[in-house]
């Protein structure tokens, strides 16, 4: 079965400075990869996924992340972290040729301190 | 509307009532999830309804847990005889369910507290 490893709880990065949240996953098959961020008392957003092609996807608000095959890993990055970045981030995955259940990981905290 | 609609936003509710929380998914959208949000726990698969197939309810924590969707549209999860650890938020997301590369869309969820 699908699933995904967050290993930190909380990032801090002072304002300015690269923001990464890490993600690792495991699947059978081809894995498709997305990330979420959640603020205070709202629902989950998405932000990129990867299916295919590129390594390095971007997405919303400035963010990217790069899939890494051999390290199973799917870190997301901003070069430049703003206070209002400050939110929870999910990292999730479905297999290629498994069910259509996206696996979530437990999430990280980020917290840019102005 | 635009976007995954879930009602009530907040319950509370005595252990041993039954609660139903709803959701109305994007107009469109066949496939339909339900998470449970716990503090520090992330995001729990419950149940999975895609199209007219069986629903994949592998992730229902007890048999007080059960959801159903009426004409591929609303769904609604009943908790019978709620628990104090059946507190939490619940999520509802829906997707154009086409292929797993597609991306879900979450509501805002509904956070249940029982007394």
């Known amino acids: 079965a699908q699933s995904v490893a967050q290993p930190e709880d909380q990032v801090k990065v002072a304002e300015g400075n690269p923001l990464t949240v890490k993600c690792t996953y495991s699947?059978?098959?081809?894995?498709?990869l997305f990330w979420y961020v959640q603020y205070p008392n709202r629902g989950l957003q998405f932000l990129l996924k990867y299916i295919t092609g590129d390594n390095l996807v971007k997405g919303s608000y400035g963010f990217e992340a790069e899939f890494n095959k051999s390290q199973t890993s799917f870190h997301l990055k901003k070069p430049s972290a703003l206070v209002s970045d400050s939110a929870l981030y999910f990292c999730?995955?479905?297999?290629?040729?498994?069910?259509?259940?996206?696996?979530f990981g437990k999430g990280n905290q980020v917290v840019v301190i102005p | 509307g635009a976007g995954v609609s879930q009602s009530p936003s907040n319950k509370v509710t005595e252990k041993g009532k039954d609660v139903e929380l709803r959701c109305d998914p994007i107009s469109g959208h066949t496939a339909l999830y339900w998470y449970r949000q716990s503090l520090g726990q992330g995001l729990e698969f419950l149940i999975y309804f895609q199209g007219n197939s069986a629903p994949d309810k592998s992730g229902l924590p007890s048999d007080r847990f059960s959801a159903e969707r009426t004409g591929g549209s609303v769904s609604t999860l009943t908790i019978q005889r709620t628990q104090q650890e059946d507190s939490a938020v619940y999520l509802c997301a829906s997707s154009l369910a086409l292929t797993a590369s597609t991306e879900a869309f979450f509501g805002q969820g509904t956070r249940l507290t029982v007394v």
């Open positions: 699947v059978s098959g081809n894995p498709y």
């Open positions: 999730a995955v479905r297999d290629e040729g498994g069910n259509n259940r996206l696996a």
